[in-house]
């Protein structure tokens, strides 16, 4: 009984070890999921860039506080604005995520008055970014109340020297659908459109259909296009019916021009399914597309892509790793298109980069596709 079982546990491990994809993949997802959390995901926030509107020219108290916010870690002025038409041009450049605006009289009114009010701007289409921010600007102010407090020879802080008003630009009413609806789109896209796609054609080369298809006297591209108009368009229904819930039970605006939407998912569903033909030209079985696009593209775009965790708080590398994932450009780019009502031409960067992955990632998956499945 021992032998046989012995046996039978050594034939097993030979298994396993055979199976190099499937152990790399094991030992993988882990590691990779491990590092992630650990080490790249962070909801801390450090080094924000902000701007500063000093409507006081200089006035002493006003530097106090500039020197404050720039003292601590969690901010970096970057940027001076010089009116309020320049903070939502700040906001749509993606150049700051917050102003501080100092009025003109911040000295008289905080002798005469008792205390002189501030207002924090910040860009609220990321919420978690937003709230986390104004806390941080919150809590610096309140250290300054209490060193001017005494220095003044008060002993408790009850009259503020300054006073906080807060404004939240592109979602005032800090609805987290704001934030998570074009999340959703961006993981729906990738399930429906790369997914699917790459484990729909890895289903089909173990069963000997595309062997098929491929000695036919259908042509490679013809084959591949073939297989992507359906999916492209059951995406893009799908992604107009996620856009309508949002719009209609959520409540989330849509600023920007329909055609510019419509523009910025085509392009980003058609990277999706290049993506998805791309994996599916190197892998050979259901099991192994599916675990190459849980790993390679889903977990990618819930992590790294900004639609939890903000980028901007990442290590460097991680960063420059962020902006290769298609769903980093089209969040920022839809966001800027729905809450900010940013045009086409302003948002030209994320466009250009999806339609500059979609031509790269669709000629190497038609390459891809052709040399693999080509008669031999």
């Not at 590691?31 to 860039?49: E, K, Q, R």
């Not at 990321?126 to 102010?141: E, K, M, P």
């Not at 419509?262 to 999706?272: E, G, P, Q, R, V």
Request: charge should be positive; charged fraction near 15%; aromatic fraction near 8%.
């Amino acid at each position: 009984m021992q032998s046989s079982f012995v046996t039978f546990m050594n034939k097993e491990w030979r298994h396993i070890l055979r199976e190099r994809r499937t152990l790399v993949m094991i030992f993988a997802i882990p590691l990779a999921l491990v590092l992630l959390f650990g080490y790249v995901i962070s909801t801390d926030i450090d080094h924000t860039p902000i701007a500063v509107l000093d409507s006081s020219h200089g006035d002493p108290l006003a530097r106090k506080l500039m020197h404050k916010l720039s003292a601590a870690d969690q901010f970096h002025i970057v940027d001076q604005v010089n009116c309020e038409a320049d903070i939502d041009r700040a906001f749509k450049r993606g150049v700051v995520k917050m102003v501080v605006v100092i009025p003109s009289d911040i000295g008289s009114d905080a002798r005469r008055y008792g205390g002189a009010e501030v207002q924090l701007v910040t860009d609220a289409s990321d919420l978690n970014v937003a709230t986390t921010v104004i806390s941080y600007a919150t809590a610096i102010i309140s250290d300054l109340n209490a060193e001017l407090n005494t220095q003044a020879g008060h002993l408790t802080a009850d009259q503020p020297v300054l006073r906080t008003n807060v404004r939240m630009m592109y979602n005032p009413e800090l609805k987290s659908a704001y934030m998570f609806v074009p999340g959703v789109i961006a993981l729906i896209v990738m399930i429906v459109a790369a997914m699917m796609t790459s484990v729909t054609l890895a289903r089909e080369k173990e069963s000997g259909t595309l062997r098929l298809l491929t000695v036919s006297p259908l042509k490679a591209h013809t084959i591949v296009l073939g297989k992507m108009v359906p999916y492209f368009i059951l995406t893009a229904v799908i992604t107009g019916l996620i856009m309508v819930l949002g719009t209609w039970v959520f409540e989330v605006p849509c600023y920007g021009t329909l055609w510019g939407v419509a523009l910025l998912c085509s392009l980003f569903i058609l990277a999706a399914i290049a993506l998805g033909i791309l994996i599916s030209s190197l892998v050979k079985t259901q099991q192994s597309a599916l675990t190459s696009s849980l790993l390679g593209l889903f977990l990618p775009t819930m992590l790294l892509s900004g639609f939890i965790f903000p980028i901007s708080n990442m290590p460097q590398v991680m960063q420059g790793l962020c902006q290769v994932v298609p769903a980093t450009w089209f969040i920022e780019g839809i966001k800027g298109l729905m809450l900010k009502g940013q045009t086409v031409t302003e948002l030209w960067l994320p466009m250009t980069v999806l339609g500059g992955m979609t031509l790269v990632l669709g000629g190497g998956a038609l390459w891809m596709f052709a040399r693999r499945t080509r008669p031999r």
